[in-house]
């Protein structure tokens, strides 16, 4: 995870109502010897004095070979950055743009989902 001071300056280092806000705990999960094209089902959990808490259900479908013929699409997209006034639909747009799509395999985002400038609301909008 990381903290306010780790950020390079104002806005996104300020602690003041509407700025920085902390992530909480980051993990990053390397998953191996997956079979190719198959549905995986996962949970994740946090050890804690009441025993573990666990997320909701979650899945993904494993790639397919390489040099496999199986026809699929994927999303491409970028540059959504939210206005300072918000998109509180932003997230349904993609996700509603995303469900359109048949057999998609795979989103690639490029950037820019949010131009938060260091007010954490303003992810938190889209």
């Not at 109502?17 to 993990?27: A, E, I, R, S, V």
């Not at 918000?86 to 993609?94: I, N, R, S, V």
Request: net charge negative; with cysteine; hydrophobic share 40%.
């Amino acid at each position: 995870t990381y903290t306010a001071n780790e950020m390079c300056q104002a806005p996104a280092n300020l602690t003041e109502t509407g700025k920085f806000q902390d992530p909480g705990m980051l993990h990053v999960v390397t998953l191996g010897n997956l079979e190719p094209d198959t549905d995986y089902v996962y949970k994740v959990g946090l050890a804690g004095p009441q025993g573990i808490v666990w997320s909701d259900v979650f899945q993904f479908h494993s790639a397919p070979l390489v040099g496999d013929t199986i026809e699929f699409s994927y999303v491409v997209y970028g540059d959504q950055g939210c206005p300072s006034v918000g998109w509180g639909q932003g997230g349904l747009w993609t996700s509603a743009m995303a469900a359109r799509e048949s057999a998609i395999r795979a989103v690639h985002h490029f950037g820019d989902l949010s131009y938060a400038r260091g007010a954490a609301h303003i992810w938190d909008e889209w």
